[in-house]
């Protein structure tokens, strides 16, 4: 996709809305095929409903991404979630479950986006489509509208005849000139160039119904909803990490996985470190961590790591409690990291890759 950097001068600016872009951008994510090198597909809305953290998107994008990855919207570290328990909601349009470090900042609630939509497209007929570029930045592409139908589409073209609504577009938000979203681009035709929207009001009534559909089944059988920590269940989950990884299959995920047989982690190319973050249960003794590479490329091992360890579970009082070159056993393959018995709420780790540029593990967990 072109990059279309914000630009807060001339005309354009009363379509940027540059004094609240920061802001309301905070529910865009791009979507991504896992790769050495990511491919970028598409685009999504991401909102909450109380703690439940969801994407809204086109389906077609979903099915392209396989096994779709998001990066929120930011410049800086990358805001990184997976896209997991996925439904298609009929008319090209699906929803599924966000994890990860997005969900730190899930956008907004889906009840507070307007659904003003036909106030809106009275005011004006011009706005923009506004998408996430792969470096987290807002890209915009002025559009006009030429109709909808009241009831579910609204089609646009490019106000400039030099504009065009290209592949990778699809999932993008239609917002009007004060900034406000008003709906989804679904698809481009090939001939025309025309591009077709959904309302955004007509889009969150399907999240929304999905959502009340599942806490009406939850509620039936309130076994789906308990889901106690066991005994041979790890006492770390992992909260969120800064590289995509290469392939559907090779997911940080895996890191804490108890199956033998899950693949290890492995990222794409990289431009510098990685950070990890683990939540801990509470009461939880942490007397080491222990990076297991059985199995892995010796060039992908990382090779060197600092400890952070956070006593609450916003990271706001973080302490370093070790850093330093990563030795590992040769008959285990794996680093054992002793450290002072302690409680922490966070463990954040920060691997250093070697001059590979990409990173491998198979699994990591807190010392026995």
């Excluded at 994407?55 to 997976?82: C, F, I, K, N, W």
């Excluded at 006492?235 to 996985?257: D, E, G, H, I």
């Excluded at 693949?263 to 509470?282: N, Y």
Aim: glycine fraction near 10%; aromatic fraction near 4%.
């Amino acid at each position: 996709m072109p990059t279309k950097p914000l630009v807060c001068f001339s005309v354009l600016a009363m379509f940027l809305g540059c004094g609240t872009a920061a802001w309301a951008a905070a529910d865009q994510a791009v979507v991504r095929k896992p790769g050495e090198v990511p491919l970028e597909v598409g685009q999504a809305l991401v909102g909450h409903r109380g703690d439940h953290c969801v994407a809204l998107l086109p389906t077609h994008v979903v099915d392209e991404a396989s096994v779709p990855s998001l990066r929120y919207v930011g410049a800086g570290q990358a805001t990184l979630g997976d896209l997991v328990d996925i439904r298609d909601l009929g008319g090209d349009l699906s929803m599924g479950t966000v994890l990860g470090g997005i969900t730190r900042n899930c956008g907004h609630s889906l009840d507070s986006f307007s659904r003003a939509v036909d106030q809106k497209l009275s005011e004006s007929t011009q706005g923009t489509l506004r998408f996430v570029n792969g470096d987290g930045s807002l890209g915009f592409e002025p559009v006009v509208w030429l109709d909808d139908d009241r009831q579910q589409f609204i089609r646009i073209r490019p106000a400039s005849a030099r504009g065009v609504l290209r592949k990778g577009m699809s999932g993008s938000l239609l917002m009007t000139a004060d900034n406000t979203p008003i709906g989804m681009l679904l698809s481009v035709s090939t001939r025309s160039g025309v591009g077709t929207v959904m309302r955004i009001d007509r889009l969150l009534e399907r999240g929304e119904q999905a959502l009340s559909d599942d806490r009406s089944a939850a509620q039936l059988d309130k076994s789906a909803t308990a889901s106690p920590r066991g005994p041979e269940s790890s006492p770390m989950t992992l909260a969120a990490w800064t590289a995509p990884a290469a392939s559907s299959v090779n997911r940080a995920a895996n890191l804490l996985s108890a199956d033998p047989a899950t693949p290890p982690w492995i990222t794409s190319k990289l431009d510098g470190p990685v950070l990890l973050d683990f939540e801990v249960a509470p009461g939880t003794a942490i007397t080491g961590i222990v990076l297991d590479a059985k199995g892995v490329d010796p060039s992908l091992r990382p090779v060197a790591a600092e400890i952070v360890l956070g006593n609450d579970a916003q990271f706001r009082y973080a302490r370093s409690v070790w850093g330093g070159d990563l030795v590992y056993s040769e008959s285990s393959r794996r680093s054992a990291i002793a450290l002072a018995p302690t409680r922490a709420r966070i463990i954040r780790i920060k691997l250093y890759p070697s001059g590979s540029k990409r990173l491998s593990l198979r699994r990591i967990r807190l010392m026995d």
